[in-house]
């Protein structure tokens, strides 16, 4: 049994805190990823003294490819193991924090926001999704700039895999996907040493319609809607992401 019988712990209070969640995403590209960053920075032009903070950053290799090409940035999670992984690699200019979505780690601090990789839209309540970006908003400077990379939703739902397994590390993870009441969600089964576990992703379908409205109540404008990582235009029906550039007024 896990804590995600626990009804007072949320999903991904639990599975981002899991060894398991690592195993499962380890191989995710990194390449790939700096190729994104490497682009977003490009089109953005930030200046030498430009202050980054890379919300919910995980373990932080998208923060420490920033710290990289010479930026100050700050990260922040949820989780703490993840977090206490980072802090390893921290500099003089690179720091890592434990801290909640819905809560500005700095205000009014921040030149950029980077939340990348469709790490929003987990909440039950659609007020905490509101709640979030206005803390985001609340971090940055004026004119600071947010980037918020999410899955295009239309596709998504369009595209649905519905069921797969993966073995990574001697582990044969069922993977079982739906959409229900607005939500992407994706049920997680495997055994490990003897035990069953079950852990559960659950992530809003949000429109851009529905980010719009946020953005707008948060005090942000959208400049600049990207449909991939190359940062092509976006299309509603054929994108694989919602790129979104938007300025604190």
């Given at each position: 049994m896990?804590?995600l019988?626990?009804?007072?712990i949320a999903?991904f209070?639990?599975?981002?805190?899991?060894?398991f969640?690592h195993?499962?995403y380890?191989d995710?590209?990194?390449?790939e990823a700096?190729?994104?960053i490497?682009n977003l920075?490009?089109?953005?032009?930030?200046?030498?003294?430009?202050?980054?903070?890379?919300?919910?950053c995980?373990k932080g290799?998208?923060s420490?490819?920033l710290?990289?090409l010479?930026?100050?940035?700050d990260?922040?999670?949820?989780?703490?193991?993840s977090?206490?992984?980072a802090?390893l690699?921290?500099t003089?200019?690179?720091?890592f924090?434990?801290?909640d979505i819905r809560?500005p780690?700095?205000e009014?601090?921040?030149n950029?926001?980077?939340n990348?990789?469709?790490s929003f839209?987990y909440?039950?309540n659609?007020?905490?999704?509101?709640?979030?970006?206005?803390a985001?908003?609340?971090?940055?400077?004026?004119n600071?700039i947010?980037?918020?990379?999410?899955?295009n939703?239309n596709?998504?739902?369009?595209?649905?895999?519905?069921?797969e397994?993966?073995?990574?590390?001697g582990?044969c993870?069922?993977i079982?996907?739906?959409?229900?009441?607005q939500?992407?969600?994706?049920?997680?089964n495997?055994?490990?040493?003897?035990?069953?576990?079950?852990?559960?992703?659950?992530?809003?379908?949000i429109?851009l319609?529905?980010?719009?409205?946020?953005?707008?109540?948060?005090?942000?404008?959208i400049?600049t809607i990207f449909?991939?990582?190359n940062?092509n235009?976006?299309?509603?029906?054929?994108?694989?992401?919602?790129?979104?550039?938007?300025?604190?007024?």
């Open positions: 896990n804590k019988n626990n009804k007072n999903w209070e639990e599975w981002f805190d899991s060894p969640y195993i499962l380890k995710r590209d990194d390449k700096e190729s994104f490497s920075v490009n089109f953005l032009k930030p200046k030498n003294n430009t202050v980054f903070v890379d919300v919910a995980g290799r998208h420490m490819f710290n990289s010479g930026f100050t940035v990260g922040f999670d949820l989780s703490e193991n977090i206490a992984n802090k690699k921290e003089d200019t690179l720091h924090y434990t801290n809560v780690l700095k009014n601090h921040y950029y926001a980077f990348l990789f469709t839209g909440f039950d659609e007020k905490d999704n509101q709640k979030a970006i206005d985001i908003a609340k971090s940055l400077t004026s600071g947010l980037v918020l990379d999410f899955m939703s596709k998504v739902i369009n595209t649905l895999v519905q069921s397994e993966k073995e990574i590390d582990i993870f069922n079982n996907r739906s959409y229900k009441n939500h992407i969600i994706k049920d997680i495997f055994k490990f040493e003897g035990n069953d576990y079950h852990f559960q992703e659950k992530v809003k379908a429109t319609a529905s980010f719009k409205k946020y953005f707008e109540k948060a005090n942000l404008t400049d449909g991939d990582f940062l235009p976006f299309d509603i029906d054929s994108s694989d992401r919602l790129i979104l550039i938007a300025r604190k007024k």
